[in-house]
């Protein structure tokens, strides 16, 4: 494995390099990356690789991650890197590629083949070379251990002011515009139907505030997220965004969308018109930016 390999730009040496398998940027992430030049994933989970899992839900998307983490890098995640050692991976892939001076990781980071690798085999192997290793305990805040997992059925239950705390910043959608059946413009909200990546981890159907970054503006929005009970109901929820202000055409361009605020759950309406009256109410409590 070499350089050409890896997605992201960087020059070796890299001085401190964070080390993980980032399935999103929350605030023990972040502990991390405050300590590192590069943060070093996986473009394919090890979970699933492994069949560990049939599916892993990502609260950021690699596009994402980028957003928050310019100057990530990605290695592919393959049945060969998974069955190096602990001790082949680091002398194999990060030495040659990185020639790190520092190796930032959590401090139950575990690698290598069988996860044979942890802290003590680190520090370890890196008095050997050189190579100071940083262990950034586990991360609580305001008393709750911040985890994917527990972000991720936060996100699930609709709890998007817990999911803000644990994350430290709004909850991010990057996905590509396309055609819808256009029923929000006949209604005289015209939204963008938002394609997103199957693993990426959608919020519980209702209404949400948020905002869009577009060409450089950010324009106050409405998400909807869900199965159109009103109308036909579909199996697979929805994502559909309404730029509040905006005159143009979206098809096919790409967006960042960030939920801010849950206005409200799912409803099924009786008429087009009690629809349009709520959506009326629901704009009334978008929070800016």
């Given at each position: 494995?070499?350089?050409?390999?890896?997605?992201?730009?960087?020059?070796?040496?890299?001085?401190?390099?964070?080390?993980?398998?980032?399935?999103?940027?929350?605030?023990?992430?972040?502990?991390?990356?405050?300590?590192?030049?590069h943060?070093?994933t996986?473009?394919?989970?090890?979970?699933?690789?492994?069949?560990?899992?049939?599916?892993?839900?990502?609260?950021?998307?690699?596009?994402?991650?980028?957003?928050?983490?310019?100057?990530?890098?990605?290695?592919?995640?393959?049945?060969?890197?998974a069955?190096?050692?602990?001790?082949?991976?680091?002398?194999?892939?990060?030495?040659?590629?990185f020639?790190?001076?520092?190796?930032v990781?959590?401090?139950?980071?575990?690698?290598?083949?069988?996860?044979?690798?942890?802290?003590?085999?680190?520090?370890?192997?890196?008095s050997?070379?050189?190579?100071?290793?940083?262990?950034?305990p586990?991360?609580s805040?305001?008393?709750?251990?911040?985890?994917?997992?527990q972000?991720?059925g936060d996100?699930?239950?609709?709890?998007?002011?817990?999911?803000?705390?644990?994350?430290?910043?709004?909850?991010?959608?990057?996905?590509?515009?396309?055609?819808g059946?256009?029923?929000?413009?006949?209604?005289?909200?015209?939204?963008?139907?938002?394609?997103?990546?199957k693993?990426?981890?959608?919020?519980?159907?209702?209404?949400?505030?948020?905002?869009?970054?577009?060409?450089?503006?950010?324009?106050?929005a409405m998400?909807?997220?869900?199965?159109?009970?009103?109308?036909?109901?579909?199996?697979?929820?929805?994502?559909?965004?309404?730029?509040?202000?905006?005159?143009?055409?979206?098809?096919?361009r790409?967006?960042?969308?960030?939920?801010?605020?849950?206005?409200?759950?799912?409803?099924?309406f009786?008429?087009e018109?009690?629809?349009?009256?709520?959506?009326?109410?629901?704009?009334?409590?978008?929070?800016?930016?």
């Amino acid at each position: 494995m070499g350089p050409e390999q890896i997605r992201g730009r960087f020059r070796a040496p890299v001085r401190a390099l964070g080390l993980g398998v980032f399935d999103g940027f929350h605030r023990a992430h972040q502990q991390l990356a405050d300590r590192s030049d590069h943060l070093l994933t996986f473009s394919q989970h090890p979970a699933l690789v492994l069949k560990k899992r049939s599916s892993v839900l990502r609260l950021s998307t690699l596009s994402e991650l980028r957003y928050w983490v310019p100057s990530l890098l990605v290695l592919p995640f393959s049945m060969a890197v998974a069955r190096l050692e602990a001790k082949a991976f680091l002398e194999t892939v990060i030495m040659p590629i990185f020639s790190p001076k520092v190796l930032v990781v959590g401090s139950d980071y575990r690698f290598g083949y069988r996860q044979q690798g942890d802290v003590a085999f680190l520090r370890a192997w890196g008095s050997e070379h050189g190579v100071d290793i940083q262990a950034v305990p586990l991360y609580s805040y305001e008393g709750t251990l911040v985890k994917s997992t527990q972000i991720r059925g936060d996100l699930a239950a609709g709890d998007l002011d817990k999911v803000r705390e644990l994350l430290g910043h709004d909850y991010l959608m990057i996905g590509r515009v396309v055609a819808g059946d256009g029923r929000g413009a006949r209604l005289g909200f015209p939204t963008a139907n938002l394609s997103l990546p199957k693993d990426k981890a959608v919020p519980a159907p209702g209404v949400y505030s948020s905002y869009v970054r577009l060409d450089g503006q950010i324009w106050p929005a409405m998400t909807y997220i869900g199965h159109q009970p009103t109308f036909e109901k579909k199996l697979t929820p929805i994502v559909e965004v309404h730029l509040m202000g905006f005159k143009g055409n979206l098809y096919r361009r790409q967006l960042k969308v960030f939920l801010n605020a849950r206005i409200r759950g799912e409803q099924r309406f009786e008429s087009e018109s009690d629809l349009m009256a709520q959506i009326r109410q629901d704009m009334t409590q978008v929070v800016p930016a």
